[in-house]
C-alpha cells in the first residue's frame, strides 16, 4: 500500500473516500480540482493507478488512441486535485467508525463512496448474511 500524503485529514475536516477510480470518482476529482471545497479532503483508494476510459476503448482497438491516450492517471488525478491517493485494495468496511479496510487496517477513513454496486455487495454482504442474534 503506498499513500501520497498524511492518511487522515487534520480535526475539523470532513473526508469523503472516493473507492475505485472510476469515470464518477474522476469527475469528482476533476472538479475538485477547479473548485475546490474549504474544509474538505479527499481521498482516493484504487487497486490500479491508470484507469481505463471504456468510452475510448473502441478508438483504441481500432489504433485511433494508444493505452496511454485511454487511461487516467489517478495519481496525478489526485496531485491536481489536491487529493490523497492511496494505492490499495480494501476488503472491508467498519461503518461504526467510518473506515475502509485492508485486512483490519484503516486506509480511509470518513464519509465513503464505492464506485460499484460488486464491491458494496462483497464487502457489505458479510454484514447481511450475519446471524442478528
Avoid at 23 to 43: N, Y
Wanted: charged share 20%; with cysteine; proline share 4%.
Amino acid at each position: 500500500m503506498t499513500v501520497s500524503a498524511p492518511l487522515f485529514p487534520s480535526a475539523g475536516t470532513r473526508d469523503v473516500v472516493l473507492v475505485g477510480g472510476g469515470h464518477t470518482h474522476t469527475l469528482v476529482l476533476a472538479e475538485f480540482a477547479r473548485r475546490p471545497l474549504s474544509g474538505a479532503t479527499l481521498t482516493l483508494i484504487s487497486d490500479v493507478e491508470h484507469a481505463a476510459y471504456s468510452g475510448m476503448l473502441p478508438g483504441h482497438v481500432a489504433g485511433f488512441y494508444t493505452h496511454d491516450e485511454m487511461h487516467i492517471d489517478l495519481r496525478a488525478l489526485c496531485a491536481r486535485a489536491g487529493a490523497r491517493f492511496v494505492s490499495a485494495a480494501i476488503n472491508g468496511i467498519d461503518l461504526e467508525k467510518r473506515q475502509v479496510q485492508r485486512d483490519g487496517v484503516a486506509v480511509g477513513r470518513g464519509w465513503t463512496c464505492c464506485r460499484s454496486t460488486s464491491v458494496a455487495r462483497r464487502i457489505l454482504g458479510r454484514w447481511r448474511a450475519a446471524p442478528t442474534g
